[in-house]
């Protein structure tokens, strides 16, 4: 049995042995390089310089950091539970590494075209809340308990919306293939058809990834980092590059579902230097505007992430999906889906606009405390 | 909404600014005159000696007594033949700068204004290995006047009583 990989013809495990190498070795550097363009863009947002003294422009600032992690004592506190402590980052770390699979990076560059690649994606890239929820149980301290506990209740509101906004993208597509789905939007991507589930995802992918103002689990003023309370060094280092991993993932998927991916504009005769440019620009837009927001909005309270998800977001893309039907089933021209879309997105800036201004109402017991305090 | 999306649009506006950070040790900002580092003594150009005539005022008022002062008869005075109308002079003076707390007092005792705070980034880049390093004899405290290293800068009070007479 072969498999080709690179025009060579080579036996199916050196092929599966290559390929994790090539996510393994990519991701790596993709990952630093993410965390340099983090603290480059976060420093100018605040004003800053950034790193600077590590090599050229302090290149090589990702890179000290990884030598000084690697270096540094990994501890476990006595009273944590082995097996779940320790394992615990891996359960983050091998479900994102998975979800590189499936990926259409570029024309036929990709680890393994699935048939099924975008419910590969959406099974794949849930499985990591198991690590977080190890994590939080495991280190055997409240902070980390709850912040696990709070990761797991995140991720699972925030899994409809994301998923929803995803089956609208592959019921107008009709096929859940990302090929299929790029090759859609050679004329136009879907963000022009969808720009409400476009909003959607990408508040969902906020939440996801607990990148702020979602940053709930690991939010430092109020559980001290969360499920990391007590990694350090190696271990707490996998945690880092499994997120940053995981905005790569979630950047490509947005850029090939909404963008166009690596065909629109101008289709995929271009070359792969061309492609590349494509999809460079485009997830670098999405982690752009990614690090803005983290830079401007500050941290949600719990509850208010829950009713977002809840009441605004899931409501929001059950009705996207219901308008895609309809307008797949009665053949309607795609307009009327971008006039919906755009309806559903002033429903979302207003409920969002009135959900911000409105004042904190405390539940009954509560108040009358309150109250009794007063 | 109007809130994030005003938030939103403070961060980029500040994002195409330019940085604000100074590259420290590389790019020294320029000091304001009255910036008041540690205390040093002022050399007398006209004579050639310094203005210090030891008579331990700023000894007594220092806060935290982080100064020894030794006089001595001033070998350069007229009655010795020389041009000086100090009768007594300084002979060895000691400043703990580890102890000394930058609080001004010893220049506003001294008659003679004869000690100022230094107003120069060396007055404040001042880190050694061995913290008697920190002792400053009579020879540091007034090199820096000697080669006109510091500002001049006549303290506010002496300048205004000069002006009064």
Known sequence: ?374 | MKGIAKSLMVTLSTFTRKPVTRDYPNYHRELPERDRAFPLLLWDKEIDEPFCTGCHACERACPVECMTVLMKDNPNHKSNGGDSSRRKIIDKFWIDYARCMRCNICVEVCNFDAIAMNNTWQGHELSVHDRKDLVMDLEQLLVQSHVGAIKEWVPVLGQSNETNE
């Open chain 1, 1 to 374: 049995m072969n498999n080709s990989l690179f025009g060579f013809e080579i036996n199916v495990w050196f092929d599966g042995l290559a390929r994790l190498g090539l996510i393994v070795g990519v991701m790596t550097v993709v990952a630093m390089g993410l965390i340099y363009g983090e603290r480059k863009i976060l420093a100018r947002f605040q004003q800053r310089i950034g790193p600077q003294k590590t090599g050229p422009f302090g290149l090589l600032q990702s890179v000290a950091d990884a030598i000084k992690l690697v270096g540094k004592e990994d501890l476990r506190p006595t009273a944590a539970d082995p097996w779940t402590f320790e394992l615990a980052p891996y359960f983050v770390f091998i479900p994102i590494f998975l979800g590189f699979v499936s990926l259409p990076f570029l024309l036929d560059v990709n680890i393994r075209l699935l048939e099924l690649g975008l419910l590969y994606f959406i099974a794949v890239s849930s499985v990591n809340i198991v690590g977080w929820v190890m994590a939080g149980w495991g280190s055997d301290n409240r902070y980390a308990m709850i912040g696990g506990m709070r990761a797991a209740a995140q991720a699972i509101s925030y899994e409809l919306p994301l998923v929803l906004s995803l089956v609208v993208v592959a019921m107008l597509a009709g096929s859940l293939n990302l090929k299929d789905i790029v090759e859609g939007q050679a004329v136009v991507p879907y963000v022009v058809w969808l720009p409400l589930a476009f909003v959607i995802f990408f508040i969902s992918t906020l939440a996801e990834m607990n990148r702020p103002p979602f940053d709930i689990p690991i939010g430092e003023s109020e559980v001290v980092g969360g499920p990391f309370v007590e990694y350090s060094g190696i271990r707490w280092s996998m945690f880092m590059l499994g997120e940053y991993a995981s905005l790569w993932i979630l950047s490509t998927l947005t850029a090939a579902v909404f963008l166009g991916g690596y065909s629109w504009p101008f289709g995929e005769d271009l070359g792969k230097g061309y492609q590349l440019l494509l999809m460079g620009a485009k997830s670098g837009l999405y982690i752009f505007v990614v690090f803005w927001v983290r830079a401007s909005i500050p941290r949600l309270r719990i509850d208010q992430l829950m009713a977002y998800s809840w009441k605004v977001l899931l409501p929001l893309s059950l009705a996207q999906v219901l308008v895609v039907g309809f307008v797949r089933v009665y053949e309607l021209p795609d307009v009327v889906l971008t006039a919906a879309g755009i309806l559903g997105l002033v429903a979302l800036v207003s409920i969002t606009g009135r959900a911000v201004a409105s004042t904190r109402r405390l539940p009954g017991a509560a108040r009358t405390m309150r109250s009794e305090a007063a």
